[in-house]
């Protein structure tokens, strides 16, 4: 079997591979991290792999606080409890350990607990983030446990605000971790479900970056890979979670996917956010819904970049061909074809639509996301119709 190891430095210092997770107190101690408070969500808190990475450091004699109180799709409060803890026990930087949820929330702590104005200063708007205070930025080091988000090498995270209901992005550049720990044998306990959602939202932040009409050429090569990567692991992944090459590919795709959506997203995250927001759905299965609609509506724009797309990934060079690739994966992994799966009621469409155009991902949609496009792909995803002819409306 292949033996998949190596240190990279883009974005940021990564250390992957298989056990590597006991290299954790020798990052800590080059971050300057000696009382770190380890945020995680509440179910990843019980298993075997929290109590032995908790281990690991005690070992070392080094002292970590457990902070659990997180939502799969995280809200200000969980931030302001950890905020809390993170100052009630003086600690000096954060191991954001799991899968998005925590590593956003993780982030945001150690960016907030430092900072005097409301967190919903800093949402990614214009230069919102030289508001900060950069010196009360704790030092972060991230170990993601799923492969999807790769949030892990991201500088923002996303919370959702309790009182709109809505998804924000809350960005500083500091708030790259300082370190990353990608090891595969982390993966290994997720379930088929989880392993299918992860994967499916590495796989939409790749192909919406690749998509964006935005001028970055660094981005697309790293979103194509990332493309390739997801369709010959995902479904290996899926089937025997005990497959660490599978599984150690699925972690580089997904944080391939995060370098590459610098570029942009789309009308895929635009309408996912509000769902998620709404309906507390998991945001990759969500993503993996609405990805063959947002696809079919943008085709005018993207053709020519889905042939190439489909020719790198060794199928018939065409939409139709990329298109049923996409739809046969989603299949494959048991992926919903419709909304009604997540029980969104359709008297809720407008209140989507409404949101998903303000949404930040919207910009960087190949073609203008209208409220009468989100309005389309809404009631597509619901119906289960691709083709125009065939919608009812």
């Known amino acids: 079997m292949t033996r998949l190891v190596a240190n990279w430095n883009y974005p940021t210092q990564v250390r992957f591979g298989a056990g590597r997770i006991r290299e954790l107190p020798e990052i800590l101690n080059d971050a300057g991290i000696t009382r770190p408070l380890l945020v995680t969500d509440s179910g990843l808190a019980r298993l075997p792999l929290t109590a032995a990475t908790l281990d690991i450091l005690a070992a070392a004699g ?30 000096d930087g954060v191991i954001a350990f799991g899968g998005g949820s925590a590593l956003d929330t993780g982030k945001v702590i150690a960016f907030m607990a430092g900072q005097t104005r409301p967190i919903w200063d800093f949402e990614d708007i214009g230069d919102w983030w030289k ?31 309790e009182a709109t209901h809505t998804k924000k992005i809350i960005f500083h550049p500091l708030t790259m971790p300082k370190a990353v720990i990608m090891d595969p044998e982390l993966t290994v306990g997720m379930p088929p479900y989880i392993t299918a959602g992860t994967g499916m939202d590495a796989l939409a932040h790749c192909l919406e970056a690749y998509c964006s009409p935005a001028y970055h050429p660094m981005a697309d090569g790293i979103a194509v890979e990332g493309i390739r990567l997801v369709f010959e692991n995902l479904p290996r992944a899926f089937t025997d979670g005990s497959d660490i090459v599978a599984r150690g590919h699925m972690m580089s795709a997904a944080s391939m996917g995060a370098a590459a959506f610098q570029k942009g997203l789309g009308a895929i995250h635009s309408l996912s956010h509000p769902v998620g927001a709404l309906y507390d759905t998991h945001h990759g299965t969500t993503n993996a819904v609405f990805m063959p609609y947002v696809l079919v509506t943008n085709r005018p724009a993207i053709e020519e970049k889905i042939k190439r797309l489909a020719a790198y990934l060794g199928i018939r060079p065409s939409f139709e061909a990329f298109l049923e690739a996409v739809l046969k994966l989603r299949a494959d992994l048991e992926i919903p074809h419709t909304l009604t799966t997540f029980k969104v009621p359709r008297e809720k469409r407008s209140q989507i639509a409404d949101m998903a155009i303000v949404d930040p991902t919207a910009g960087s949609n190949p073609i203008a996301l209208t409220r009468e496009r989100a309005l389309e792909i809404f009631d597509r995803a619901m119906e289960g119709e691709l083709e125009r002819d065939d919608f009812r409306s």
Request: with cysteine.
């Open 62 to 91: 080094i002292s970590c606080t457990l902070f659990s109180d997180v939502k799969p799709n995280p809200t200000e409060s969980n931030v302001s409890a950890g905020i809390d803890a993170f100052r009630a026990g003086r600690h």
């Open 131 to 161: 508001r900060a205070d950069p010196n009360g930025i704790a030092p972060i080091i991230a170990i993601p446990t799923t492969a999807g988000t790769g949030s892990e090498v991201g500088r923002a995270g996303v919370i959702t605000n």
